[in-house]
């Protein structure tokens, strides 16, 4: 959903799989696995601005934060193990966080 491939992409071979490619490529990597189409607006800023700082290189810059986590989630979520993957309840709050930063919303008041 994030990186654009499906488990049954020709890269996946051997061992290799969606799990250990985003493991291996967060954080700093995000750019090489994630969809290009998610990241299509960061890759215009670049070629219009000539890396100007402005409201939308932060925005942009925070998108790619907001996959770091995703992705980040998703590996813990996907651990081989059952018992070494995250809790539901843990992941939701988490996916939450991300939600509230994409928003602006800051934390979110539980009612």
């Given at each position: ?59 942009s810059d925070k998108l790619e934060g907001c996959l770091v986590s995703i992705l ?18 843990d992941a939701a709050a988490k996916l939450n966080s991300v939600r509230d930063t ?10």
């Amino acid at each position: 959903m994030f990186t654009g491939k499906r488990p049954t992409d020709d890269l996946f071979k051997d061992s290799l799989n969606l799990h250990n490619l985003a493991k291996a490529a967060l954080p700093d990597r995000v750019a090489d696995i994630a969809d290009p189409i998610l990241l299509q607006e960061r890759e215009e800023e670049h070629k219009s601005r000539n890396n100007i700082h402005s409201k939308s290189s932060n925005r942009s810059d925070k998108l790619e934060g907001c996959l770091v986590s995703i992705l980040g989630i998703g590996i813990a979520c996907s651990a081989e193990l059952a018992r070494e993957r995250m809790n539901i309840h843990d992941a939701a709050a988490k996916l939450n966080s991300v939600r509230d930063t994409v928003h602006g919303t800051g934390k979110r008041h539980i009612k």
